[in-house]
């Protein structure tokens, strides 16, 4: 089944870097590339369960090859940069969020100054209660020991508390009215062989109609699913290798052992010379 051709009216994806990472935030950035068959993997926690690690939330992380194909496709762009006035604006907010930091750091250290003399407080009276003999050295002593504390005390940073945000707060990764251009940035690794062999197979899985995601745990390039990966279960493990690259038998009686273990079936993907793809499937079928 060949996929429908990218119109020209098709939206432009924002694609954020983080290091050589490609991320997606928005939520209309990740519809659009599950309406065209990319899966991506998603990595933040939600806002009300965050300590657990079974359902997650944004950012999604995008396959190399899927940022590739989504550029090729005039698709994806890059936030401005500094160019454009994102980084003076960053800095504004960097700025605030410092001052803001510094004046709760000043309230927080009022607050803990007060409560240690209350607590001093507390102590003294507990202490010499239902004993006058000498009360007047005791208060001296008190006086003196409340203005040694106002000297001395210093509110460690390390206990500041800290509010953690579980909504933007004002903050704006991705502003709406932001016009997005076409990107034109080299993508990591365009000049190692296997990774222009990984895409090639990706590119042409993606043309049948198959949905690819990693398949690192299971020792191969891209998991193939016949489907949606939330309806359908992968049937394939492929292995990208050049049609001119040896393989060493063990390694290839591995991965076919390990895709039977898993019900799966091992393609072996090599580009070809006339912009196709040559597949080998592998099954085990036990030892002679």
Not at 73 to 100: F, M, N, T
Not at 147 to 166: H, I, M, Y
Not at 234 to 262: K, M
Request: hydrophobic share 35%; with cysteine.
């Amino acid at each position: 089944m060949a996929e429908p051709p990218c119109r020209e009216a098709s939206p432009v994806v924002a694609v954020s870097l983080c290091d050589s990472a490609p991320l997606l935030w928005r939520v209309e950035d990740l519809r659009a590339v599950r309406s065209q068959g990319l899966v991506g993997a998603l990595l933040g926690s939600l806002p009300r369960t965050p300590r657990q690690n079974t359902r997650l939330g944004r950012p999604l992380l995008l396959l190399p090859e899927e940022e590739r194909l989504l550029t090729e496709r005039h698709g994806a762009a890059l936030p401005p940069g500094p160019q454009d006035g994102g980084g003076a604006e960053l800095r504004q907010q960097v700025d605030k969020y410092k001052e803001d930091q510094q004046r709760s750091y000043e309230e927080q250290s009022v607050l803990a100054l007060e409560d240690r003399k209350s607590a001093l407080l507390r102590a003294t009276s507990f202490t010499h209660t239902g004993s006058e003999p000498g009360a007047g050295t005791a208060d001296e002593a008190l006086r003196g020991r409340l203005e040694s504390l106002d000297q001395s005390f210093t509110f460690p940073r390390s206990g500041l508390a800290v509010q953690l945000s579980t909504a933007r707060a004002g903050l704006s990764y991705c502003p709406e009215a932001r016009a997005f251009l076409h990107a034109d940035w080299p993508v990591r690794g365009l000049d190692d062989l296997h990774c222009n062999a990984r895409y090639q197979v990706f590119r042409d899985l993606r043309r049948r109609g198959y949905y690819l995601t990693s398949a690192g745990k299971f020792g191969g390039d891209f998991l193939v699913y016949p489907g949606d990966p939330l309806r359908f279960h992968a049937h394939f493990i492929a292995v990208c290798l050049s049609l001119d690259e040896s393989v060493c038998l063990l390694d290839v009686l591995a991965v076919a052992r390990l895709g039977s273990n898993v019900k799966k079936t091992v393609l072996l993907c090599s580009p070809g010379t006339d912009s196709g793809v040559v597949y080998t499937s592998l099954q085990w079928s036990g030892m002679v």
